[in-house]
């Protein structure tokens, strides 16, 4: 698949970047080319280090936009609304894959808290904007260090929602390729604001016991 990152050049984009190089075509995006041909250098560099090689490209995030089938949206909550609207005739028809976490460092204030988000998540505020795109919600739940590090084992079950079962199918999937993760369908995307939620509990947790990236395993669950 041609997968775009949109904010490829931050923490989590770049991350996930290097992790679904593995298998498939990388488009990072970034409002500059320039920053953006840069991390594309960056990763090509870390994964041949690593005795690979893939096909990571920078650009614009419209540019990525355009040629993706699915687009991830790597961007901190308070420019999602901004950058989505630049976007939304590249996105119509596409898988759009929101990551993101309304947390309350949007307004200052602190990463283990999150701010309310009137349509319930930001992957429901996603979906609202771009009605003809099917929005999947993911990857909130583990962390940028350890997907940037190709040695660090993620350990963390990844749950996945949306209203597109076959869109969903196509990211439950895409997860379950970085070693370690568990793509688990989680159902539709209103649960994605149980999701989002965890994440500023797991950062309370990193701060407390000095973790790398603390994660979540559900218990009972053999798929
Ligand atoms: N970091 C983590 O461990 C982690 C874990 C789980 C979930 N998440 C979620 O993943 C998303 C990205 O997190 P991150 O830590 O990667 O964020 P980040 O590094 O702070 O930012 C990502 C990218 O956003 C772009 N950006 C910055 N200001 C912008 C603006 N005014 N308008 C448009 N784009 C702008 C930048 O790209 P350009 O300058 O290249 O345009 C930047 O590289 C967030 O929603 C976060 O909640 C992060």
Known sequence: ??????????????????????????????????????????????????????????????????????VIVSLPFEYTISTIKELKEALKGKI?????????????????????CPQGSVAELIQEMLPESKVVSGFQNICSKCL??????????????????????????????IPGVRGIDAGKLEISKFIEQITPLLIQLNIKYKLKGAGIHITGLNL
């Open 96 to 116: 759009v894959v929101s990551i993101g976490v309304p947390l309350a460092t949007a307004i200052g204030d602190k990463p283990t808290r999150v701010i309310a």
């Open 1 to 70: 698949m041609k997968i775009a990152i949109l904010g490829g050049t931050g923490d989590q984009g770049f991350g996930l970047a290097l992790r679904f190089s593995k298998n498939h075509e990388i488009l990072i995006g970034s409002r500059k080319a320039e920053k953006a041909i840069e991390a594309s250098e960056n990763a090509l560099k870390i994964i041949s280090d690593k005795g690979y090689s893939a096909d990571i490209k920078g650009m614009t995030n419209l540019e990525a936009s355009k040629l993706a089938d699915v």
């Open 148 to 177: 940037e590090d190709l040695d660090c084992e993620v350990a963390c079950d990844v749950l996945i929602a949306g209203n597109d079962s076959d869109a969903k199918k196509v990211i439950v999937e895409l997860a379950s390729e």
